[in-house]
C-alpha cells in the first residue's frame, strides 16, 4: 500500500512538473530533427540515466555472483579435504591405539 501511494505522490508530481515545462525543445538527431516538449526531453534523460545504473547494477551483481560461486567451489573442495583428513587422522589414532595395545601386552609377558 505504501508503494502505491508513493507512486501516486510521484506520477503529481511528475504531471504538475510536466504542466509547468510543456514549452517545445529541437531535438536535432543527424539527418532528422523534431520538436518535442521540455519535460520529455527532462524525462527521457531521468529514465534513460535509471536504465544505465541499472544495467551497471546488473553487471556488479552478475559479477558478485560468479565470485561468490567461485569461493563456495572453494569450500566445498577444502571441506573434501578436511573430511578426508579427518579421516585419516581417525584411522592413525586407532592404529596407535593398536600399537600402544601391542606394546602392553608385549611388555606383560
Same mark, same amino acid.
Given at each position: 500500500? *505504501?508503494?502505491?501511494?508513493?507512486?501516486?505522490?510521484?506520477?503529481?508530481?511528475?504531471?504538475?512538473?510536466?504542466? *509547468?515545462?510543456?514549452?517545445?525543445?529541437?531535438?536535432?538527431?543527424? @539527418?532528422?530533427?523534431?520538436?518535442?516538449?521540455?519535460?520529455?526531453?527532462?524525462?527521457?534523460?531521468?529514465?534513460?540515466?535509471?536504465?544505465?545504473?541499472?544495467?551497471?547494477?546488473?553487471?556488479?551483481?552478475?559479477? @558478485?555472483?560468479?565470485?561468490?560461486?567461485?569461493?563456495?567451489?572453494?569450500?566445498?573442495?577444502?571441506? &573434501?579435504?578436511?573430511?578426508?583428513?579427518?579421516?585419516?587422522?581417525?584411522?592413525?589414532?586407532?592404529?596407535?591405539?593398536?600399537?600402544?595395545?601391542?606394546? &602392553?601386552?608385549?611388555?606383560?609377558?
Amino acid at each position: 500500500m *505504501l508503494a502505491v501511494i508513493i507512486t501516486i505522490i510521484f506520477a503529481i508530481g511528475v504531471a504538475y512538473f510536466a504542466t *509547468l515545462n510543456t514549452s517545445q525543445v529541437l531535438i536535432n538527431v543527424p @539527418s532528422y530533427s523534431m520538436s518535442v516538449p521540455l519535460y520529455f526531453v527532462v524525462l527521457a534523460s531521468i529514465l534513460l540515466g535509471f536504465i544505465f545504473a541499472w544495467v551497471l547494477h546488473l553487471m556488479n551483481a552478475f559479477n @558478485s555472483f560468479f565470485a561468490m560461486q567461485g569461493k563456495n567451489r572453494v569450500i566445498k573442495k577444502e571441506k &573434501k579435504v578436511n573430511a578426508e583428513l579427518t579421516s585419516k587422522v581417525r584411522d592413525l589414532e586407532t592404529e596407535k591405539t593398536k600399537l600402544e595395545t601391542e606394546k &602392553k601386552s608385549g611388555f606383560n609377558r
